[in-house]
């Protein structure tokens, strides 16, 4: 089976993980770093992409990154002349995305602007800077990065990016990032059969996740705000959703998969009766807050089996997996 190599851009701390995805799927990692792998993926990831990526992109050029200085750039366009294949054609329009890392002495719409230029001899195409206006809602994307060693070009095979999750049709406040919520999943190892409580589900994205990665399990979502479950139901018919308090489960469940309130939005204080009032299940896969962390590491009925330390729109929460 061909392969094509594949930009995919992940959560900061999730890399490995969604690593670990790739590679059950049959895909080969070729390189990993902060916040993306570059992956020589079989045509199967454009119908079933990874759960853990944020974002996906067929690579049409990588290489050498040119360096912090304005002047450097024009070797990038020579480059990008010289290499650069289009993986999808295209002749609707297009824009075009950067990001780098470091301090350089351009910015991102010169880098933008220069890739759409070579893409638009190539292809033929409109390019739309984002220097003046917002791009038409009908295009193309394309994604530029530049981390350090290599710049990477690659165009969006999906009409949207990954993170955005067809099934989520409301949300609140607090409501998780989808592709944290697969990796938790993920982590849970989940099997048929078993019974799987979150008992603060909020829009239920956790569960909703969980049962797209393991449909053979059973879920059941609670949470004590009639406007949580009204908008779990609507994401989620096929899930049970429960009015009730996270201190007294109405079932015994297998695991536990949760997204506790951070205390930023929503508080909550001790988490410690909650982690006693789960004592049937056999696994504790949650996310919580740098302070919270201690709080279920150093339980005394659970053994700590994993932690994530994530970066997540300025957060910095930790996935926490605790073991009977
Ligand atoms: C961080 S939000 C969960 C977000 C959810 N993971 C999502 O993606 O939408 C926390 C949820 O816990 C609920 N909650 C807070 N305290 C609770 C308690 N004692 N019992 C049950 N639910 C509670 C809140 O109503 C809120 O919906």
Redesign the pocket.
Known sequence: MPFTRVLVRTVTGLEHLAAAELTSAGHRVLDLSKRQLVVDATQVILSEPPKLADDLFLIGASVDDPGRTKDALKALTRQLRRQLVVPLPHDEPFAVSASYVGKRTYNRYDVEDLVGAVIAERTGARYHSRRTSTPPEHRTDWRVVLDGDSVHVGVRPFPAPLHRRNWRQH??P???HPPV?AAMAQLAGLEPGQVVLD????????LIEAQRLEPGAEYVG????EA?LRAAERNAASIQWQL????SPQIAADRILT????DVR?T?GNLTPYLNSWHHADSVVAIVNQHQVATLTGHPAWNTGSVHNLSLAGLHPTIVVLRR
């Open positions: 949300t609140v607090g409501s998780l919520a008992p603060f589900c909020g829009a239920g994205t956790i609670a949470d004590h705000a949580s009730g308090d996270a201190q997204n506790p309130p951070w929503l909550i």
